[in-house]
């Protein structure tokens, strides 16, 4: 069963989320702050995390920084309504997508299987097992990014959305092309989100993010991957 932990230090959206997300067959256990869910997440290995915001101790910003220091649990971040801010410093922080407080349970439910989706399918057809875009290296075959021999941690999100670029090197992908492949039909408008993506990977994986050479930008088109040359010789580091 899937495992959900829901991070909230009021006590009524704690059983909002209980028992909405229980309802559709998933294992709900909580956590008041951002320090119990570090344990929790340490402890009892969830396979999603829903955050809020604002919270005692330890705020779900900084809750969610430190839970990509070690893992890459898909994470949901509640924030409340018109609080921009949170919403783009909760994904810059390393969340996969945000959920706006008060919410429907439908749509709670949607964004939790769509980002479980997400997480789940991050296995891509490919004739090769690896991929070398200058510095950079994908294992396919372990779900691996690798910057000049050294390992590059993704979330499942950041993952996906480099995987779209590889698979289209030097074709340009529109911004809703790519919020509709990573994040589904409902994301077409939702163009925050991929801007916050896009950062977050370059921060990750450019020399220089403000003159990236893996993820470039053409502007009023989208974005590509341009073609380089191809490297030859034994591939090292993560092999």
Not at 17 to 37: D, F, H, R, S, W
Not at 118 to 121: I, L, V
Not at 225 to 239: C, D, F, I, W
């Given at each position: 069963m899937t495992l959900i932990l829901a991070v909230d230090d009021e006590p009524l959206y704690q059983h909002?989320?209980?028992?909405?997300?229980?309802?559709?067959?998933?294992?709900?256990?909580?956590?008041?702050?951002?320090?119990?869910?570090?344990?929790?997440?340490?402890?009892?290995?969830?396979?999603?995390?829903?955050?809020?915001?604002?919270?005692?101790?330890?705020?779900?910003?900084?809750?969610?920084?430190?839970?990509?220091?070690?893992?890459?649990?898909?994470?949901?971040i509640l924030t409340a309504r018109g609080e921009e801010q949170d919403?783009?410093?909760?994904?810059?922080?390393?969340?996969?997508?945000?959920?706006?407080?008060?919410?429907?349970?439908?749509?709670?439910?949607?964004?939790?299987r769509a980002v479980l989706r997400?997480?789940?399918?991050t296995e891509q057809i490919t004739q090769n097992r690896y991929f070398i875009h200058g510095n950079l290296k994908i294992d396919f075959a372990r779900a691996e990014v690798w910057k000049e021999n050294k390992p590059v941690y993704l979330s499942?999100?950041?993952?996906?959305?480099l995987i779209q670029f590889a698979h289209h090197v030097g074709q340009v992908l529109s911004a809703e092309e790519l919020l509709v492949a990573i994040w589904g039909p409902s994301y077409r408008d939702d163009k925050e989100i991929l801007w916050v993506s896009i950062a977050r990977l370059r921060q990750k994986l450019e020399d220089t993010p403000h003159n990236p050479q893996h993820i470039v930008t053409r502007a009023g088109l989208g974005?590509?991957?341009?073609?380089?040359?191809?490297?030859?010789?034994?591939?090292?580091?993560?092999?």
């Open positions: 909002l989320l209980q028992v909405n997300l229980a309802k559709e067959g998933y294992e709900v256990i909580t956590a008041p702050n951002g320090e119990e869910a570090l344990e929790k997440v340490t402890n009892r290995h969830p396979d999603l995390v829903i955050l809020d915001v604002m919270m005692p101790k330890l705020d779900g910003i900084t809750a969610c920084e430190r839970i990509r220091q070690f893992s890459s649990v898909p994470i949901i919403r783009v410093r909760g994904l810059n922080a390393g969340a996969d997508d945000y959920v706006v407080k008060p919410f429907s349970a439908t749509e709670l439910v949607a964004r939790v997400r997480a789940q399918s499942a999100t950041e993952y996906r959305l974005y590509l991957m341009p073609p380089v040359e191809k490297t030859t010789g034994e591939l090292k580091g993560g092999a």
